[in-house]
């Protein structure tokens, strides 16, 4: 199934104007000269993180726009999602943040010119499940601990002038520290305790780039949530997991454990842990997370793995 470009679908463009290194005018006027040159309809809104850009996507809905582009991080990505599921209506990614997990997930062109162009070329159009807690809807991971930490301790201005670099200092800082904590998960009604420095429910399986995945097995389209606890009491604990994992033994090592759950995760610990959502901050624990199966239609190239 492709988007039908024939019918000229109104088209409403969401651009974080902060995100990454991209430079906002060259992002806006290539994704509405690619639109126009093709008499398709739209309206480009550049988000100012005041708004609520869920409630704003709901409403575009009802005022009959029938296609979505976002281009940003993932963060501005995780709001447009949020706002579009159940509505059946396409979404396109532009990313240009600094991580991209989802669109990498997805096999998504990186680069800004291939991206725009995938809507114009043979593509097809995927539909992922959701993860959601409370009214809010996230489709890569909810986690709590060392992840959560080290996002609390990132700045913006400082992501947006080192990347990855920002995200890559403070996780390391995180892990040798070798916190653990014990939390206590309840799984489609059954209860289970131990100890671990990071617990996280994932709707995918590679953690912000290909190379490293939690489990190959991991789907974002099986209606299962995943419930991965990651552990370790060393440095080399954590150097063996991560080349483990680049070598595609993860289910061999026991500094990480994954279950599923079909219904529903409740996570609770004596600390009042951060929580992340598809890598903003969004609480603090306790947390409960449902799945939300085929929530989500995104385009994606022809032999885009889930």
Request: overall charge neutral.
């Amino acid at each position: 199934m492709q988007v039908n470009l024939e019918e000229k679908p109104k088209t409403y463009v969401v651009i974080n104007p902060v995100a990454g290194l991209s430079q906002l005018e060259v992002v806006r006027e290539r994704i509405q000269a690619a639109l126009q040159e093709r008499d398709i309809p739209c309206e480009i809104y550049e988000t100012t993180g005041k708004e609520d850009l869920r409630q704003m996507i709901r409403e575009t809905v009802q005022q009959g726009y029938k296609l979505f582009i976002s281009a940003g991080g993932d963060g501005t990505l995780s709001a447009v999602v949020d706002g579009l599921v159940g509505t059946q209506a396409p979404l396109v990614i532009i990313p240009t943040g600094t991580w991209n997990a989802l669109a990498r997930a997805l096999d998504i062109p990186l680069q800004l010119e291939q991206a725009v162009d995938l809507l114009f070329q043979e593509h097809t159009i995927q539909t992922i499940d959701a993860m959601q807690v409370d009214k809010n809807y996230f489709v890569l991971s909810i986690s709590a601990g060392a992840g959560s930490l080290t996002m609390k301790g990132v700045e913006r201005e400082e992501k947006r002038r080192w990347g990855r670099l920002a995200d890559l200092r403070s996780a390391i800082s995180q892990l040798l520290r070798f916190r653990s904590y014990r939390f206590e998960v309840r799984i489609d009604g059954k209860s289970s305790r131990f100890r671990a420095s990071e617990l996280m429910i994932a709707n995918s399986s590679i953690l912000g780039i290909k190379a490293l995945q939690l489990d190959p097995n991991i789907r974002m389209d099986d209606g299962k949530l995943n419930v991965c606890r990651i552990s370790g009491k060393s440095v080399w604990d954590y150097l063996g997991l991560a080349v483990k994992m680049l070598a595609g033994g993860q289910k061999r090592n026991w500094n990480m454990v994954c279950l599923e759950a079909l219904e529903e995760v409740e996570i609770h610990c004596r600390q009042n842990l951060p929580v992340q959502g598809d890598g903003d901050l969004i609480g603090r624990l306790p947390i409960t997370v449902k799945i939300r199966p085929k929530a989500i239609r995104i385009v994606t190239p022809l032999r885009a793995e889930v």
